[in-house]
């Protein structure tokens, strides 16, 4: 029934590594987003896919890729991670002309 | 910079009291809206008030909008431990249903 789903839940990885995370909405929606939540709480936007185009892209550095195979997922690929990209990073979806977002319970990222 | 700047950071009442949480932003938005995190957890959408609405409510939640001062409000209305949590607002402007999202508020309610 889970309606946004991420995992892992939980990644441990050493600097200089480069690792995935995967999201999948099962609510049909057109538009999936990811963003990244620091340890003071404060979310940002990351990345925005509509029907598999990528429609927002923040300011991130390129070592972040978002690759969206079809409408239901979106995954976040990070290469040559660093101390500083440590946080929680959330997936979320949404329905075109319906601004409400359906958030997945997160991916806490620790980079050592 | 960030949008939305919220006040008090943190609330902690009584269960039955009223929290009131607020959230002001710097330029135009088509819609804001309210977010829940609970400790551990994804966001939960609360409510959403468009530019043109005022007020709004939802349950025990009341939300109002003043664009001239670029400010909102969450009250939630005899409140229970179960709404201890983070609460967010987000402001949306437009362009691809981009949200941007305050610095939240901590409430606890305590029993």
């Known amino acids: 029934d889970t309606a946004v789903s991420q995992t892992p839940k939980y990644l441990v990885t050493q600097m200089g590594n480069d690792k995935s995370i995967k999201c999948e909405q099962n609510?049909?929606?057109?538009?999936m987003y990811w963003y990244k939540q620091d340890s003071k709480k404060f979310l940002k936007i990351m990345f925005s896919?509509?029907?598999?185009?990528?429609?927002i892209n923040e300011t991130v550095p390129n070592r972040f890729s978002p690759k969206s195979p079809d409408k239901a997922h979106l995954n976040l690929h990070i290469n040559s991670l660093e101390l500083g990209d440590s946080a929680v990073y959330f997936c979320?979806?949404?329905?075109?002309?319906?601004?409400?977002?359906?958030f997945g319970p997160g991916t806490r990222l620790t980079v050592l | 910079s960030q949008q939305g700047e919220e006040d008090p950071q943190a609330l902690s009442i009584q269960e039955g009291e009223n929290a009131t949480m607020n959230c002001s932003y710097k330029?135009?938005?088509?819609?804001l809206q309210w977010y829940r995190q609970n400790s551990g957890r994804g966001l939960v959408h609360l409510i959403l008030i468009r530019s043109n609405e005022r007020e709004k409510h939802s349950g025990r939640l009341r939300v109002t909008l003043d664009t001239s001062k670029k400010s909102s409000s969450l009250l939630i209305t005899a409140s229970r431990a179960a709404d201890t949590a983070s609460y967010f607002c987000?402001?949306?402007?437009?362009?691809?249903?981009?949200?941007?999202f305050g610095t939240g508020t901590q409430l606890k309610v305590e029993l």
């Open positions: 987000a402001t949306g402007t437009g362009g691809g249903n981009k949200l941007t």
């Open positions: 896919y509509n029907n598999k185009e990528l429609i």
């Open positions: 979320a979806s949404s329905q075109t002309s319906v601004e409400t977002q359906y």
């Open positions: 609510l049909g929606h057109d538009t």
């Open positions: 330029t135009s938005i088509n819609n």
